[in-house]
């Protein structure tokens, strides 16, 4: 397959609209996540607008004869795959993750998951056959020590059983990266999208049912009922974008690029919230470099270069 520019560019530009949104969505779920008593209780609910939203998107334009077709043809040829992909990305992570962070230390986790464009980098290249250059591989290691830098990373010793979940959850959300390609050089974007937040939703509301907190589910009061409805928005417009850019781009650049949202995260946390930056502001400078250099190395690459789907 052979990656126009034109389209890369798209995708790149959705990536970034991507980590946007993701930078917002960790503001304020970090906000909305103090409003429940159960972490998981509350990913489900989010989760449940999101694959809603997605849902009534794609109902809404089935009515055309396109997307008829397309819904079709994905019975038939990947309806398997989307159904891992929503279990392995949908559903299981999203459970280990805010589990492993209701033990972890904030900064543990947010180092252990960031790492994620080192598990999509390797992955990538062997599973996917995308070329990870010189600029790929001193962009991310930019992007590393720049969360380094600003989380101080993560010291042996303090690593246990918390810290574990969310590195499992880290490497099932690498896993369906590489899986979202693939699936995308036949499956529409939305159609993918829908899947993992819809079928995902399912499984965790599976799961509040074996651990007796389905009940906790349905007792949301109204003003967390607000908070549901306003990140499950996020986190639909994320998935959706996000999914794009990945049909349009390859992985490793889509997936560096996303590590812009801590930016913006910590800008919201400033401007909003009045939380100081960092003490060495020098980490959000590693991490615009490495987003920069993977931004031009992605825009600048011949058009002619082939890059495996």
């Known amino acids: 397959m052979i990656w126009r520019g034109a389209g890369r560019g798209r995708g790149i530009g959705l990536a970034f609209g991507a980590a946007g949104v ?24 989010k989760n449940l607008v999101a694959g809603a939203l997605l849902a009534a998107v794609l109902v809404a334009t089935a009515r055309t004869s396109r997307t008829a077709s397309d819904l079709r043809d994905v019975a038939r040829r990947a309806w398997p795959t989307l159904a891992v992909i929503a279990v392995v990305g949908g559903a299981v992570p999203f459970v280990l993750f805010f589990e492993g962070l209701a033990r972890a230390t904030s900064t543990n986790a947010a180092f252990i998951h960031k790492t ?18 010189a600029v790929h591989a001193a962009a991310i290691g930019l992007l590393v020590v720049g969360h380094l830098v600003l989380t101080g990373g993560i010291r ?20 369906e990266v590489l899986l979202v390609k693939r699936v995308l050089v036949a499956v529409p974007a939305t159609i993918a999208a829908t899947a993992r937040m819809a079928g995902g939703s399912v499984v965790l509301v599976l799961w509040l049912a074996v651990t007796d907190r389905l009940g906790a589910l349905v007792a ?5 009922g607000l908070w549901v409805l306003l990140t499950g928005s996020t986190l639909a417009a994320f998935v959706a974008t996000w999914y794009t850019a990945l049909a349009l781009a390859p992985a490793v650049d889509v997936t560096a690029v996303l590590v812009f949202g801590a930016v913006v995260t910590a800008l919201l946390d400033r401007g909003l919230r009045g939380i100081p930056l960092a003490a060495d502001p020098s980490g959000y400078v590693l991490i615009a470099l490495g987003v920069a250099a993977v931004t031009a190395r992605a825009l600048l690459r011949p058009t002619g270069e082939r890059a495996p789907a």
């Open 22 to 45: 993701s930078g917002f969505a960790v503001f304020v779920n970090g906000l909305a996540v103090r409003r429940f008593d159960d972490a998981t209780v509350y990913t489900t609910a």
């Open 116 to 133: 994620l464009v080192v598990w999509v980098a390797i992955g990538a290249t062997v599973v996917l056959r995308e070329r990870v250059t």
């Open 156 to 175: 042996a010793a303090g690593f246990g059983s918390a810290e574990l979940l969310v590195l499992v959850a880290t490497l099932l959300w690498a896993f």
């Open 220 to 224: 949301l009061d109204a003003h967390q």
